[in-house]
């Protein structure tokens, strides 16, 4: 077998070129093979389909590159739950826009490391004026706002979490005081950092109550941390932010603001009013693999001033000698807690780039309307009832004489079929099904083709 090529340097024309048209190829084979937003059969179908096409995982002998390309990735397209079908639709699961994706093939062909500058000479300049912009978009007030790059909002979380521990160093712990709506990587963070318990506040509306907030603050000592959530995981609903930033200047607390899910609504001149108030957190959870339209992973932690980073800084002489520092080389490792990192920065600049934030905006206004019709198509339909307006481009519902039983079985019945992937979420003491509708390309006909199959008994595909 002859040498395998190499994706980067003079050799990418020769190379990969012919290795990414067999890759196109098999996307669109499995694609259409799969014939739905999910192969049909459940876990024990999909097993099969993997084990027909990849018996023998390690062979002895390979295959050669487009024989495994050909068949691993049509294994992988037919048997994926593909958030560019119009009908899956459970998740904060984007389909990535093309234009994304093809950044970040050549972010694997260039293989950048954001660990050091001698590994990512334009890669970190690029993130340093990509993260600054987008922070400037969360803080447009402020002087020298930054952010940093990170996995997602988990990882933003905790990076937030981990500020706030170390702006409290040497006094109390800090307390997080966070609603039952808030993220679950909230608890983890606290967990991983030895911080107490958060204190979680009863969110029966679905958004934390400022006055709730108010009151438990009365009864902490210290500088808890309050987190909010812009764009709740279940029904996508935006805590009252200015009334809690309120509540917790006024009581010497901080604020963190996740929002994972509704941060991009600061791209549209018409949703961004709904994050008001986030002007007042400490520190501001953004994920653009969500409503951002990006290859995961593309998450964000946006800070007010970048010295708010320091605690971050760390030494190592391999990556960032004192005297190289001294020199003039930028010093990376205080920019995360990854020592070897993906540039998922080139990703983000191409999209901003090519899209513009005008662009951007009217993703983001799309997925709104098309949730806004849904819930209007619901409203209007006589078997299925809708849990309330959304408020960005999430919906509840469920066929109005069901039980809960009935509608979780529904919703394992069109997994399992391959004819919608929808999503669950408890809400008002109900189960509800979840439309998370992420897709800009969705028409009027596929909403009614996901309700409908909500309310029809189930036919073969
Ligand atoms: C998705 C989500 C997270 C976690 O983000 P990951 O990118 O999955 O790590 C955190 N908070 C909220 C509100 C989310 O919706």
């Known amino acids: 077998m002859p040498m395998p090529g190499l994706a980067g340097g003079r050799g990418t024309a020769e190379a990969l ?6 890759v196109c190829g098999a996307l669109a084979e499995g ?16 097993a099969r389909l993997v084990d027909q096409a990849a018996p023998d995982v390690l062979p002895l002998a390979g295959t050669g590159e487009h024989e495994a390309l050909a068949t691993l990735v ?28 093809a950044a970040d093939l050549a972010a694997s062909a260039l293989n950048p490391s954001m660990d050091s500058w001698d590994q990512a ?32 909002g988990t990882e933003s979380n905790q990076l937030a979490l981990l500020l706030a521990r170390e702006r409290a160093a040497g006094g109390p712990r800090v307390q997080v005081v966070c609603g039952a709506n808030a993220h679950h990587s909230v608890q983890r963070a606290a967990w991983l950092l030895g911080l107490p318990q958060p204190i979680v506040l009863d969110t029966p509306a679905g958004v934390l109550d400022p006055a709730a907030v108010a ?13 909010a959530t812009a764009g709740t995981t279940d029904s996508g609903a935006i805590d009252p932010l200015p009334a809690i930033a309120h509540a917790t200047g006024r009581h010497g607390a901080e604020l963190h603001v996740d929002a994972a899910y509704g941060g991009p609504l600061l791209f549209s001149s018409r949703e961004a009013a709904k994050l008001d108030g986030l002007q007042s957190a400490v520190s501001v959870t953004l994920d653009l693999h969500k409503l951002g339209w990006q290859p995961v992973a593309a998450g964000l932690l946006a800070v007010p001033d970048g010295t708010a980073l320091r605690p971050l800084a760390h030494q190592a002489d391999y990556l960032n000698a004192t005297d190289d520092t001294e020199a003039g080389l930028p010093d990376l490792l205080g920019r995360s807690l990854r020592t070897t990192r993906r540039p998922d920065v080139l990703k983000l600049a191409v999209t901003l780039r090519a899209l513009g934030r005008e662009g951007v905006a009217d993703l983001v206004d799309r997925v709104c309307d098309l949730a806004a019709d849904l819930a209007d198509r619901i409203e209007r339909h006589p078997a299925l009832t809708l849990h309330a307006p959304p408020a960005i481009s999430t919906v509840l519902f469920r066929p109005t004489a069901a ?8 919703r394992r019945r069109l997994l ?24 800009p390309h969705l ?3 596929d909403l009614d083709t996901l309700l409908n199959l909500t309310t029809e008994g189930t036919t073969a595909r």
Request: glycine letters at 10%.
């Open 215 to 227: 009151t438990a603050l009365d009864q902490l000592p210290g500088r808890p941390l309050v987190v």
């Open 74 to 101: 049509h294994l992988m397209a037919a048997g994926a739950a593909d958030p560019a079908d119009a009908l899956c639709a459970a998740h904060l699961h984007c389909p990535p826009l093309a234009v994304a994706a």
């Open 403 to 410: 039980t809960d039983e009935e509608t979780a079985e529904l």
């Open 443 to 445: 028409r009027p006909d």
């Open 121 to 152: 000479p334009a890669a970190s300049a690029l993130e340093a004026r990509v993260t600054a912009a987008l922070a400037t978009l969360v803080y447009p007030d402020l002087p020298a706002p930054d952010a940093l790059v990170t996995t997602g």
């Open 416 to 439: 399992h079929e391959g004819r919608a992937v929808l999503g669950r979420a408890r809400a008002g003491g109900r189960l509800w099904l979840k439309a998370t509708l992420l897709n």
């Open 17 to 22: 070129r012919p290795l990414v048209d067999t």
């Open 31 to 46: 694609a259409r093979d799969r014939g739905g937003p999910v192969p049909r059969g459940g876990p024990e179908g999909v």
